[in-house]
C-alpha cells in the first residue's frame, strides 16, 4: 500500500507559479509512474500529465504544454508538479497517482492503483 501526500497548494494571481509535490511513504516509488490530474468545480478529472518512474519521460497534456513541468525526486521518494503562468481556468483540486501496471494508459485514471487526498489551487483574475 502505498500513501501519497500532495502539498503546495494555494492561492495565487494569474501568471504566479506553484510547486506541487507528492509525497509516498513506499520505497517502491521509483517503480512506479506518477500521474497527476485535476478536477475543476462543476467538471469531470481532468489528466494533466505523468512522469516515468525514473524521471527520464514526462508525458504533459495538451493544455499544459510550456506551462507545467514534471519532475521526481526518488531518493526522497517524492514527485513535484510545477506550475508557471498559471490561469484561472487551472483553479481546482489536483491529485497524484501512482501506478505500475505494464500496459496501463496513463492519462486514464483507471491506470493508477494509489491516489493522494489532493491539494486545491485556486488562481485570481
Known amino acids: 500500500q502505498v500513501q501519497l501526500v500532495e502539498s503546495g497548494g494555494g492561492l495565487v494571481q494569474a501568471g504566479d507559479s506553484l510547486r506541487l509535490s507528492c509525497a509516498a511513504s513506499?520505497?517502491?516509488?521509483?517503480?512506479?509512474?506518477v500521474g497527476w490530474f485535476r478536477r475543476a468545480p462543476g467538471k469531470e478529472r481532468e489528466f494533466v500529465g505523468a512522469?516515468?518512474?525514473?524521471?527520464?519521460?514526462?508525458y504533459p497534456a495538451n493544455f499544459v504544454k510550456g506551462r507545467f513541468t514534471f519532475s521526481r525526486d526518488n531518493a526522497k521518494t517524492t514527485a513535484y508538479l510545477q506550475m508557471n503562468n498559471l490561469k484561472p481556468e487551472d483553479t481546482a483540486v489536483y491529485y497524484c497517482?501512482?501506478?505500475?501496471?505494464?500496459?496501463?494508459?496513463?492519462?486514464?485514471?483507471?491506470?493508477?492503483?494509489?491516489w493522494g487526498q489532493g491539494t486545491q489551487v485556486t488562481v485570481s483574475s
Open positions: 513506499d520505497s517502491t516509488f521509483d517503480t512506479y509512474i
Open positions: 512522469i516515468s518512474n525514473s524521471g527520464s519521460h514526462t
Open positions: 497517482a501512482a501506478g505500475r501496471r505494464p500496459d496501463a494508459q496513463w492519462y486514464s485514471s483507471t491506470a493508477y492503483d494509489y
